[in-house]
């Protein structure tokens, strides 16, 4: 069955970046839309940054726009997101999610495959 298995997570201070990564096998990973989620104790699933299945489209959430960056890279089955100018209030683990359609969605709902998530930690 289709797996997404991310790393990259850890800890970074305030200020400094950190690049996590999504490797995807088990389906034609090339056709569809992927995002990235985050989940932190106490609320609610929180949608990150998303990719068409080309690249030729992206969406950032408010919170973290002009300092995260999604990409993909098709060839190597692999999703990533570039983490910039972190902040304490970026600590969460972070999920990958793999569309059942080739276009983006905020809703988590849109998303069919989820891997098992990578704890970032963002010290003061």
């Known amino acids: 069955q289709v797996q997404l298995v991310e790393s990259g997570g850890g800890l970074v201070q305030a200020g400094g970046s950190l690049r996590l990564s999504c490797a995807a096998s088990?389906?034609?990973?090339?056709?569809?839309?992927m995002g990235w989620f985050r989940q932190s104790p106490g609320k609610e699933r929180e949608f990150v940054a998303g990719i068409s299945w080309n690249a030729d489209s992206t969406y950032y959430a408010d919170a973290v726009k002009g300092r995260f960056t999604i990409s993909r890279d098709n060839a190597r089955n692999t999703v990533y997101l570039r983490m910039n100018s972190a902040k304490p209030e970026d600590t969460a683990v972070y999920v990958c999610?793999?569309?059942?359609?080739?276009?983006?969605?905020?809703?988590?709902?849109?998303?069919?495959?989820w891997g098992q998530g990578t704890q970032v930690t963002v010290s003061s």
């Open positions: 088990g389906r034609t990973f090339s056709s569809y839309a």
């Open positions: 999610a793999g569309g059942r359609w080739a276009t983006i969605s905020t809703r988590a709902d849109w998303y069919d495959y």
